[in-house]
Every structure is written in structure tokens, then in C-alpha cells.
């Protein structure tokens, strides 16, 4: 049992914070749609808070920004979504018997199996450039909210 734990924990210890390495897989996605517009989302593996699947999503819009030499971005839009995945065991039947003198008996079990695993996705729509307000709503500081983000994303890491 403690290796079934180990080895289960073993599997869910991987990098959190990475760029998904194909569509559907976790990690974050960002699409350039103009000279001053992005898509940035975050797919969070089950087991992953939606509360830290949306940081990380701001923690790499910052990345954006300062990659293209700005210095804070708009959030225009932003979802977060559950996404849900029910893995289906299939039913199962068991009988038993048993006996252990003076006494025996027999067992009959039904189980419907499977389980649901939650996992968050957020995408945002951000703006960048000249245009973007010094403050305004949902203006963030790039600098900044990299800096207050790093120590958790660092410590997803591990």
C-alpha cells in the first residue's frame, strides 16, 4: 500500500508550471491575435486549485508583456472553466463464499465503478502597448505580478 503511494505521488509530482505540450495536456498556451492582443490561458492538471490555475495564467500574461517590451497589460476578458472527466470502470459482480467451522456463508457484490476528476482552465484576453492606461481596471503591472507570483510558481515546480 505505502508503494502504490509512493508511486502515485511520484506521477503527480511533475513540473506545474510548464508550457502544454500539446492541445488538451496542461500547462499554458499563448497565441498572439494582433500587434497588440493575446491569448493567454492555463490548464490546470486535476488536483491543481482553480485559484493557482488563474495565477498562473496572470503569471504568464506578465511573461507576454515583458517579452514584447511592455511594461503592463490589460486584462479585456477572462474565463475560467471546470472541466470535468468521468472514467468509467464498468460494472462488476462478485460471489463469494466462505466457511470457518461452525459456520459458512455465501456474498454477492455489485459495483458500478469509476470516478469524476476535476481539473480549472482560464483564458484571458490581454492588451498591451501605448494605448493601455498607466491605471484602469484589470491594468496590471508585468513587473510586478511576475515578482508576487514567482515564489509559487517556483514552488510548483517540484
Not at 482553480?50 to 511592455?70: C, D, M, S
Not at 459495483?111 to 480549472?120: F, K, L, M, N
Request: hydrophobic share 40%; glycine share 10%.
Amino acid at each position: 500500500m505505502t508503494l502504490a503511494a509512493a508511486l502515485l505521488a511520484g506521477c503527480a509530482s511533475g513540473p506545474v508550471y510548464r508550457a502544454a505540450p500539446a492541445p488538451g495536456d496542461y500547462g499554458y498556451r499563448d497565441t498572439q491575435l494582433t500587434a497588440q492582443q493575446f491569448r493567454v490561458s492555463f490548464a490546470g492538471d486535476s488536483g491543481v486549485a482553480r485559484e493557482t490555475v488563474e495565477n498562473f495564467a496572470l503569471f504568464r500574461a506578465a511573461e507576454v508583456a515583458i517579452a514584447h517590451g511592455a511594461p503592463r497589460f490589460q486584462v479585456t476578458s477572462r474565463e475560467t472553466a471546470p472541466i470535468t472527466s468521468h472514467s468509467d470502470y464498468g460494472p462488476s459482480a462478485n460471489v463469494g463464499y466462505g466457511w470457518g467451522f461452525p459456520y459458512w456463508g455465501t456474498g454477492v457484490g455489485y459495483s458500478t465503478g469509476g470516478a469524476s476528476r476535476t481539473r480549472y482552465e482560464t483564458s484571458l484576453l490581454i492588451r498591451i502597448g501605448p494605448d493601455v492606461p498607466a491605471q484602469a481596471a484589470d491594468v496590471f503591472d508585468a513587473r510586478e505580478v511576475k515578482a508576487n507570483l514567482a515564489a509559487m510558481v517556483a514552488a510548483r515546480q517540484t
